[in-house]
């Protein structure tokens, strides 16, 4: 059956060091996104992917990035993490013409 | 203010009850309008999807969506303990499969 996984499903970092997370589906979906779920703000887009060497930035990229080397997968990278990027991020894909997103679980992260 | 506001509860029902779930919203570019599901440490899962204004109605979930005051609404009937769960809406100008903005979610919780 078709998914999609992230991974690590939890993590804990320090301060100022690069993590990245893994996102990678087997849908075949060209559309790929991360959003954060945070208490009081809920999911915001952080990038976003329409294709193939496609990245776009959301309401809260910044200290983010992406690259879409394939069409599976979508990994964000934390350039130097800070305690304000301690969140739950999720990543989703969806299929030209659908209705709305497939997400992954999740992955915790908490930078100490 | 934001783009998209959602209560975010928490609402607590009897079993049984008729439950209903609100958003308003500001961009009048939005003409896809959905309703996702999430129970906790879980991914949200697509419920229901609407093209513009109207009803749609699947088993005991009815959507509504009021363009003119930019406003929608899901409606639970016959609620059950497993509809537990937080309720995002969400929309976008270009279709589901797109750049969607989330509401905050509203928690609910149906007690037996």
């Known amino acids: 059956d078709a998914e999609i996984t992230q991974s690590p499903r939890h993590k804990i970092t320090e301060t100022g060091r690069q993590v990245t997370l893994a996102c990678h589906q087997t849908?075949?979906?060209?559309?790929m996104f991360w959003y954060r779920q945070d208490l009081g703000h809920g999911l915001r887009l952080i990038h976003y992917?329409?294709?193939?060497?496609?990245?776009n930035k959301g309401e809260v990229s910044d200290g983010y990035s992406v690259s879409r080397s394939n069409t599976e997968d979508l990994p964000l990278t934390l350039e130097s993490a800070a305690s304000s990027q301690t969140s739950v991020y999720f990543c989703?894909?969806?299929?030209?013409?659908?209705?709305?997103?497939?997400f992954g679980s999740g992955t915790r992260l908490t930078v100490v | 203010q934001k783009e998209v506001e959602q209560d975010p509860g928490p609402l607590s029902v009897p079993e049984g009850a008729i439950v209903s779930l609100n958003c308003t919203y500001s961009?009048?570019?939005?003409?896809?309008f959905m309703w996702y599901r999430q129970y906790s440490r879980k991914g949200p899962e697509l419920l229901m999807y609407?093209?513009?204004?109207g009803n749609k109605e699947d088993g005991r979930f009815t959507a509504q969506v009021d363009k003119s005051s930019k406003y929608i609404s899901l409606f639970i009937r016959d609620s059950q303990p497993s509809d537990s769960a937080t309720y995002l809406c969400a929309m976008s100008a270009a279709g589901g499969y797109q750049k969607v903005t989330f509401g905050i979610g509203t928690k609910l919780q149906v007690i037996p």
């Open positions: 989703a894909s969806s299929g030209q013409g659908a209705y709305g997103y497939t």
């Open positions: 609407t093209y513009s204004s």
């Open positions: 992917s329409y294709g193939v060497h496609d990245t």
């Open positions: 849908w075949n979906h060209n559309n």
């Open positions: 961009n009048s570019a939005f003409q896809y």
